[in-house]
C-alpha cells in the first residue's frame, strides 16, 4: 500500500490502472475509507490510472497530530500528485471528497483537468448543524464511537428504503463506524463542521464539472448541489433517483455508470 508523509500525518492511498493513462483521484466522505468507491476504481482502472486516497485521520492513514482545514486536504491532493508524478488529474470527491476537490481546483488550478463532485456543498453548516457536529466529535473523542452515536449518522449515510432494504450492507458500515480511530474522527469532523464558505469562489473554476446528488440524500440535499452547478461555469447537475448520501454504497452501478460515461467524455473532448 503506497503512502506519503504530510507535515502531520501519513496518507495513504490505492493505485491502480495504466501508469500513463489519464489519472482520476477518488476522495472519499467523511467517517468512510476507500471501500466506499470500491466499485467506481475497479470499473475506472482499465482506461485510467486511480489514485484514491485515504484521507486524514480515515483507514489506514494516520490521524494528523493537530486540527485542519479542508484547505489543508487539498494541499494534500496536490500533495499526492507530486508524490505520483502526475501533472494533472480529474478528481472525483462526495461529500466531504468535495468539500475538498473544490479547494483543490480553486487553490490548485493547474493540477485539477475536472471535477466530479457527489453529494456535496459549497456552503458552511449552520450553527445548530455546527453545534451538533461538535457536540458529536467531542463524545468520539472522549468514548470512542459508541452505538448510539453510529445509530445517529446511519439515517444521515443511507435513505430510508436502503436501511429496510439493505441491513446487512448497513450493519457492516455501521461495525467500521465503531471501529474509528477517536482522535482521527474528532479532527476530520471538526474540519468539516467549521468549513468556510466557497459559494463566491465558485466561479473560478474553469475546469468541466459535474454534480451529482442523490434524491434521498438527507445529509446534503440536492439543492445544495444545484448550487454548485449554478454558480460554475461548465457544470452539469444530474439527480439519482432514490440514492441517499452515499450513493457509491446504494446505487454502485448508476454512480458508475454516470461518472464514467462524464469523465470519458471529458477525456474524448
Known amino acids: 500500500m503506497p503512502s506519503f508523509d504530510r507535515p502531520t500525518c501519513t496518507l495513504y492511498y490505492e493505485d491502480t490502472g495504466p501508469r500513463d493513462a489519464p489519472a482520476v483521484v477518488l476522495l472519499p466522505s467523511l467517517l468512510c475509507d476507500a471501500e466506499m468507491f470500491a466499485h467506481l476504481a475497479q470499473n475506472l482502472s482499465d482506461r485510467y490510472r ?21 484547505e489543508d486536504q487539498a494541499d494534500d491532493v496536490a500533495a499526492l500528485l507530486d508524490h505520483a508524478k502526475v501533472p494533472i488529474a480529474a478528481l472525483v470527491g462526495l461529500s466531504q471528497g468535495g468539500f475538498t476537490a473544490m479547494r483543490a481546483a480553486i487553490y490548485h488550478p493547474t493540477r485539477v483537468r475536472a471535477l466530479a463532485l457527489l453529494n456535496t456543498s459549497a456552503e ?12 458529536l466529535a467531542a463524545t468520539v473523542l472522549a468514548v470512542g464511537v459508541t452505538d448510539p452515536v453510529a445509530e445517529a449518522v446511519i439515517p444521515l449515510m443511507f435513505s430510508e428504503g436502503f436501511i429496510r432494504d439493505n441491513p446487512e450492507t448497513v450493519a ?5 463506524w465503531l471501529g474509528l480511530d477517536r482522535r482521527g474522527t474528532f479532527l476530520a469532523v471538526d474540519a468539516v463542521a467549521n468549513r468556510g464558505d466557497l459559494r463566491a469562489l465558485l466561479p473560478k473554476i474553469s475546469a468541466p464539472v459535474l454534480v451529482l446528488s442523490g434524491e434521498g440524500d438527507r445529509a446534503l440535499p440536492p439543492q445544495k448541489g444545484e448550487l454548485i452547478a449554478d454558480r460554475i461555469p461548465a457544470a452539469r447537475a444530474v439527480l439519482l433517483q432514490g440514492a441517499g448520501h452515499l450513493s457509491t454504497v446504494e446505487q454502485p452501478e448508476g454512480t458508475t455508470r454516470l461518472v464514467r460515461e462524464w469523465l470519458d467524455g471529458v477525456s474524448e473532448s
Open 172 to 176: 457492516h458500515w455501521k461495525r467500521k
Open 124 to 135: 458552511t453548516e449552520s450553527t445548530v448543524n455546527r453545534a451538533k457536529y461538535m457536540a
Open 50 to 70: 486511480v489514485l484514491l486516497l485515504e484521507m486524514r485521520g480515515h483507514g489506514r492513514s494516520s490521524a494528523p497530530t493537530k486540527r485542519f482545514t479542508q
